[in-house]
């Protein structure tokens, strides 16, 4: 079955040590996207590739960096985690629409992420 | 900026009721509207989409989408104890959705 993949499904790290979440997909979507999302919260858009190119939200702290090296993967890297990192993250994909319109997005099951 | 607003609830509903659960959204030039389904612990899944004025049937599933009043609403029929969950309205923007935080239902037996 087509899915969205996501590594570790939990990750606990140290305040200030780096970690890298990765995100597969065999959808062959051209757009996946990372989200943050807390308890109670809506998921909170980090960044998006369309293809190879890099959308970056506004307010995405430095921290948080992402590579797409190839169509399939995608990672997550969180440059010094803070306790308010701590979080639901979330991979999810979708086919690329014209003139940018969006189409559905398909969610990876999430890496729960604890900063002690 | 770009809003979408849900009732948080939660919306309390007995088993076999219809369930309705509402969104606003504030960009009148929004073209797709999807609605997705969260489960404590889990990530949002996909349950509806609906890109045109009127209704759309899925099963249980009607999604109604009213553009003129920038509204779209998703009615569960027959709902059962499984239905409880966090309910999700996504606007789509360009190549990206806006999320509602979301309406909790709760199915009571």
Known sequence: DAMVIQNPRYQVTQFGKPVTLSCSQTLNHNVMY???????????????????????????????????????????????????????????????????LSYEQYFGPGTRLTVT | QKEVEQNSGPLS???GAIASLNCTY??????????????????????????SNGDKEDGRFTAQLNKASQYVSLLIRDSQPSDSATYLCAVGGFQKLVFGTGTRLLVSP
């Open chain 2, 26 to 51: 504030s960009d009148r030039g929004s073209q797709s509207f999807f609605w997705y389904r969260q489960y404590s612990g889990k990530s949002p899944e996909l349950i509806m989409s609906i890109y």
């Open chain 1, 34 to 100: 990372w989200y943050q999302q807390k308890s109670s919260q809506a998921p909170k858009l980090l960044f998006h590739y369309y293809d190879k190119d890099f959308n970056n939200e506004a307010d995405t702290p430095d921290n948080f960096q992402s590579r797409r090296p190839n169509t399939s993967f995608c990672f997550l890297d969180i440059r010094s985690p803070g306790l308010g990192d701590a979080a639901m993250y979330l991979c999810a994909t979708s086919r690329g629409g014209g003139r940018g």
């Open chain 2, 13 to 15: 509903v007995p088993e």
